[in-house]
């Protein structure tokens, strides 16, 4: 799995954390997303795919 | 595939909700006929930044596009764009398009969300604008250019992003409310006070408490709105964000059960083989049993999700949708979200932070609940306290995330 993530569309809103904690997190000062895990174990791909189609700024992609 | 599962789904609406509905369809392994239909010509694109960075310049057109075509191509749809579906069939089971054809289905997703409410007289009136598409942002862009004196109708989220924007641009800007403060059905007094007081240092003239009552024109151009105190406000642009209405009108003698919204069950399933989902879709709030819409981004996106599942497993098996709602909006320096339902709160109360600092987190309460949080610039504290809006907790002092 393969996960891109455009910072600059980021709005902070923190649904990918939600989603899937072991992979996302935030920054403290604005919020942005944090990648914990750019190369997920398998059973997190599930979570990984629900954050990025729930991300309200469609700044998650995922290739797998 | 289970016997009487559907085989032809059909989606109307071709932006966030539909687009959530395709997408987790296939994902849940369905690869049956699915056909999307969308009103306007493009690909499902992102509505947040058209009153922010595409409005401001920052962005084009092509950074609010949702998914890149080939993801798109990879869903392998029916996609008709740039022709709505003008009626539903029921007795036949298929969806009427504008060009004539007819699209017959046993699954249909209603996904057609909502449009600008317009005032009245305004039809066709040069210089007065709504912000709902990307051709509504790039008209609205084009004059800012030009920089006006820019006379924004409506304080809630789209006008007042409007307003900090054009503000940016160098725009002359004054924002007309009825609420007693900008924004104020959604953040309350104390927190639109702080949000009034912002827009102030930044130079727009804000006007609250006070109807609009006409837009003034001359030679078919606005040339200002008349209040309904007897005050006039000279303006060379006006943009009209006085909330959306659903997009509902194309059911007519369906049969579908719509009132201010496609009435759904908690499941979002209005009965007959047809489900809804995002601005469209009203379904009974789990506390009131009152049907709510949710006009926010997220919702389309988990309300897709949702009955993409309920379609697959049939309205016997499907499950209740169930959220906590969440919705953002940027202005100037201040980043300000909201989980859950502020509106009707008797209590607020700010739990870290303060208002003098812009940065914070208040927690609203009503009949001794917790019913929603309210983060400024504070967004990874606020995740903490989602919780507590989720379970209705017991509105206390003490609350910590």
């Known amino acids: ?64 | 595939m289970k016997p009487g599962a559907p085989s032809r789904i059909v989606v109307v609406g071709a932006s966030a909700a539909g687009l959530s509905v395709v997408e987790g369809l296939r994902r849940e392994g369905y690869t049956g006929r699915l056909t999307l239909i969308g009103e306007e010509a493009h690909l499902p694109y992102d509505r947040p930044p058209l009153s922010k960075q595409l409005l401001s310049g920052a962005w084009e057109a092509d950074r609010l596009q949702l998914r890149a075509s080939d993801a798109i191509e990879n869903l392998n749809l029916d996609v008709r764009l740039g022709t709505p579906a003008v009626a539903l069939d029921a007795n036949t089971a298929e969806v009427v398009l504008s060009d004539g054809n007819r699209v017959s289905y046993d699954a249909l997703v209603v996904a057609t969300g909502t449009r600008a409410r317009r005032l009245r007289g305004t039809e066709g009136m040069g210089g007065v604008h709504v912000l709902r598409t990307l051709e509504d942002a790039f008209a609205l862009r084009e004059e800012l250019a030009a920089k006006p004196h820019l006379v924004v109708v409506g304080g809630g989220f789209i006008g007042a992003e409007a307003a900090a924007v054009a503000r940016g641009l160098g725009c002359e800007v004054t924002l007309v409310t009825d609420t007693a403060q900008p924004m104020g059905d959604a953040l309350g007094d104390d927190l639109g006070a702080m949000l009034r007081a912002v827009h102030i240092k930044h130079g727009v003239r804000v006007q609250t408490g006070v109807l609009v009552d006409q837009v003034r024109a001359a030679d078919g151009r606005a040339t200002g709105v008349s209040l309904v105190d007897g005050r006039t406000i000279t303006a060379d642009t006006v943009l009209v964000g006085i909330g959306a209405q659903p997009n509902v009108e194309w059911l007519a003698g369906s049969g579908v059960p719509v009132s201010g919204g496609v009435l759904c069950d908690a499941t979002l399933y209005a009965g007959s083989g047809v489900w809804a989902a995002g601005d469209v879709a009203a379904w009974p709030n789990p506390h009131t049993g009152e049907p709510v819409r949710i006009e926010h981004r997220t919702n389309a996106a988990e309300q897709g999700l949702a009955v993409a599942r309920n379609v697959l497993a049939g309205p016997e098996h499907a499950t209740p949708f169930e959220t906590v709602p969440y919705v953002w909006t940027d202005q100037y320096d201040l980043k300000i979200q909201i989980y859950g339902r502020t509106r009707d709160a008797d209590e607020v109360r700010i739990v870290e932070g303060s208002i003098a600092d812009r940065r914070l987190v208040a927690l609203y309460g009503r009949h001794g609940r917790v019913c929603a949080a309210v983060g400024v610039n504070m967004t990874r504290a606020l995740r903490g306290y989602r919780a507590q809006v989720a379970d209705a907790a017991e509105f206390d002092v003490r609350s910590a995330a």
């Open chain 1, 1 to 64: 799995m393969q996960i891109s993530i455009d910072f600059d569309k980021c709005c902070g809103a923190g649904q990918c954390v939600l989603a899937a904690p072991e992979v996302f997190d935030q920054r403290d000062e604005d919020g942005i997303v944090l990648l914990l895990d750019s190369d997920p174990p398998t059973e997190e791909y599930e979570n990984v795919h629900q954050a990025a189609a729930v991300c309200p700024a469609a700044a998650i992609e995922v290739q797998q």
